[in-house]
């Protein structure tokens, strides 16, 4: 494997994708860990795929599609040996928001395109080396917006919880509306929902805790089927409870080729791009939180170009888009997967189930998936990544705040975009009024003394100054008052240590340019001190070197201090000369 990430790194973007395949082979001795760990997967996802892609508003069989051709296909090019690329939740409640805006007849070609351009934006973050960008998402947003999404997949399944439906479409609304109207629920389904949701929870208390969401759909299952059957009293009585069957005819078949219509390409741009940013956020969480078997962390950057190429071709069989799961990554992982060929299995027994029990599949009641699915978004829900933003400081509140809350209200593709506008927004304006300008006074001996920088400029004398925070926008204007008042200091020398600043904005050039003039016009100098060579080629390119002489700018050098003591030396000889008359 490290043979290969070196490989992989030396090569052209497009060979990327060639050499992962050429160099995937199976290991007999993990075949049989592999094999049981993709068939739990598969068993216990197959159910909740179709669920996911009732969060969507499609057809629940898209949501099988995926895990057909996603899961394996991610496999095959990820970075991470153990990434798991399927549905999620969140990604299909983003989904489902999108396609709220297109008719009915118009949903599965809308989703067509919306999946193909998922994956393509994907893939060029993968190929192009843009896993860097993930860091200007904060984790305020990620944690506002995650808790929004499992609190509306709760929400979401009350309707089909308990058979009320809301004239409402927002999903909080919803939920009000069906407490107010709670005496027109459908008992039935209510009841065969609420054994699902006691069966899921028990069980997830217990070393079964694996297999908890099938167990728990199958048992409703059968119960629902001998409480239906014509021989039984209650058939009347059941006969009411909606099942997936109602919802879609599953046909045992495997998906069939389909293709996109380039008209809608405009329109899902840019909710393909939202969509896109929460598949990649979710990825990098596996990839930053799960190890190789090699003990190092995969490549982000990689590991998004496998989900852009499992969600391409996911788009030409019609399923829904996937993206790296943490859960289902946790789970093939418990479930004993030794090799990325875990994933692999998944699309083949996937295929295995359909052909064989598609029937089965139909006869799955609605309110059992609506369990399902609140156990999920409970599971979801970030409550101590919640508390430790709120207690961080005031901008990690806001943001989280305003994330959630924009999550609950608003069109979910545009919420996380608003958390990360909002997030970059405060960030500026916190870090372009972060600056403080100490003075460091020299000792015979040791380290220099840091202490607050004067107010005013003393004369005859080296004062040194530190520099700490940015020197861009408003922060250069911060700095500006807090240097030193020059007033009628005389022979003078202001040393302004640059060290570690390798940009400077033309703002602070024009500070520069201020405080060197009005030193000048009182017989005194300033001194610029480690400078970096980029900072150099811009004091140059705009005139302020020549203004501040180029003897009174000292270039930093791998060895600290050397700088530091060229400045001092110049000062005191300078100092030493007679002043001006």
Do not use: C
Not at 80 to 90: E, I
Not at 106 to 130: D, M, N, S
Not at 177 to 199: E, M
Not at 440 to 462: D, T
């Amino acid at each position: 494997m490290t043979e290969l990430n070196n490989k992989m790194t030396k090569t052209a973007p497009m060979q990327r994708l060639v050499i992962a395949a050429q160099h995937l082979k199976p290991e007999r001795r993990n075949l049989t860990a592999d094999l049981i760990a993709g068939l739990t997967f598969a068993v216990v996802n197959v159910p909740q795929a179709m669920a996911h892609a009732l969060l969507a508003f499609v057809n629940p069989m898209l949501g099988i599609y995926t895990l057909m051709v996603a899961v394996p296909i991610g496999a095959l090019f990820t970075s991470s040996v153990y990434m798991n690329v399927s549905t999620t939740a969140a990604i299909s409640v983003a989904v489902g928001a999108v396609l709220t805006d297109f008719p009915d007849g118009q949903k599965g070609e809308a989703l067509v395109v919306l999946v193909l351009l998922v994956g393509v934006i994907q893939l060029l973050t993968g190929l192009f080396r843009l896993g860097f960008l993930i860091r200007f998402v904060s984790n305020s947003v990620m944690t506002g917006f995650l808790n929004g999404v499992a609190v509306l997949i709760i929400l979401g399944q009350l309707s089909d919880l308990t058979g009320y439906r809301s004239a409402f479409s927002n999903r909080v609304a919803q939920a009000l509306d069906l407490l107010l109207r709670i005496g027109q629920i459908n008992v039935q389904a209510t009841a065969i929902g609420g054994l699902a949701l006691v069966l899921i929870v028990a069980l997830l208390l217990t070393p079964w805790r694996r297999y908890a969401f099938i167990i728990g759909v199958v048992v409703t299952t059968v119960l629902l089927v001998i409480l239906s059957l014509p021989a039984m009293p209650t058939a009347a009585y059941f006969a009411g409870v909606p099942t997936v069957g109602d919802i879609a005819s599953i046909h045992r078949s495997l998906p069939e080729l389909v293709l996109p219509q380039p008209s809608l390409i405009l329109s899902l741009l840019l909710p393909a791009f939202s969509v896109a940013i929460i598949g990649l956020i979710q990825g990098a969480g596996v990839s930053q939180g799960t190890p190789n078997p090699n003990g190092r962390y995969p490549d982000v950057s990689r590991d998004f170009l496998g989900q852009g190429a499992a969600n391409i071709a996911t788009s030409f069989v019609g399923g829904i888009p996937a993206g790296g799961s943490i859960s289902g990554t946790a789970l093939t992982m418990g479930a004993g997967a030794k090799s990325r060929w875990t994933n692999i299995f998944v699309g083949l027994f996937v295929a295995v189930i359909v052909l064989v029990a598609a029937p089965l599949v139909e006869r799955v009641p609605m309110p059992s998936l609506a369990a399902l699915l609140i156990v999920a978004g409970y599971q979801g829900l970030r409550v101590q990544e919640a508390v430790l933003a709120w207690n961080t400081n005031k901008i990690s509140k806001v943001v989280m705040s305003v994330t959630f809350v924009a999550t609950l209200v608003v069109p979910l593709q545009f919420a996380i975009l608003l958390g990360m506008a909002i997030s970059i927004v405060l960030h500026v304006f916190r870090e372009s009024n972060k600056v403080v300008v100490t003075q460091w006074l020299l000792q015979p001996e040791g380290f220099p003394l840091e202490q607050p920088a004067p107010k005013r400029l003393p004369s005859h004398q080296l004062t040194l100054l530190h520099v700490y925070g940015s020197l861009f926008f408003a922060a250069a204007k911060s700095m500006e008052e807090m240097l030193p008042e020059v007033a009628d200091a005389t022979h003078a020398v202001v040393a302004i240590n640059l060290r570690g600043k390798s940009q400077i904005g033309s703002t602070f050039v024009t500070v520069l340019q201020h405080y060197s003039q009005a030193l000048r016009n009182q017989d005194s100098k300033l001194m610029l001190v480690g400078v970096d060579p980029a900072v150099r080629d811009q004091l140059a390119k705009t005139g302020v070197l020549k203004l501040i002489g180029e003897e009174n700018v000292f270039l930093a050098t791998p060895q600290l201090g050397t700088a530091l003591n060229q400045a001092v030396a110049a000062a005191t000889t300078w100092l030493g000369q007679p002043t001006k008359g």
